[in-house]
């Protein structure tokens, strides 16, 4: 045991700096939690007006169906 204990400790230290560096990264979000500070512009894309006015309703769609019926292949007109 006394001899391979000296081939030990650098594979302890390395795995505690990699777990280290692992935790010391992972928790770094700072420019996404604070995008207003940094971007203070209101922005007004559609998902944007989603969340603010809720999702709309689908608009019920006029016409007449087509007429005839498609194989699966070609267009119907």
Same mark, same amino acid.
């Given at each position: +045991? /006394?001899?391979?204990? &000296?081939? %030990? @400790?650098?594979?302890? @230290?390395? %795995?505690?700096?990699?777990? %280290? #560096?692992? =935790? #010391?990264?992972? #928790?770094?979000?700072?420019? *996404?939690?604070?995008?207003? +500070?940094?971007?203070? $512009?209101? @922005?007004?894309?559609?998902?944007?007006? +989603? %969340?603010?006015? /809720? &999702?709309?309703?689908? $608009?019920? =769609?006029? /016409? *007449?169906?087509?007429?005839?019926? !498609?194989?699966?292949? !070609? =267009?119907?007109?």
């Amino acid at each position: +045991m /006394g001899r391979f204990w &000296i081939y %030990l @400790v650098p594979v302890k @230290v390395s %795995l505690f700096v990699l777990a %280290l #560096a692992v =935790v #010391a990264l992972s #928790a770094c979000t700072t420019l *996404e939690n604070r995008r207003d +500070m940094y971007f203070p $512009q209101k @922005v007004n894309g559609p998902y944007t007006r +989603m %969340l603010k006015d /809720g &999702i709309p309703k689908p $608009q019920p =769609v006029h /016409g *007449e169906a087509p007429k005839g019926m !498609s194989d699966g292949k !070609s =267009v119907v007109r």
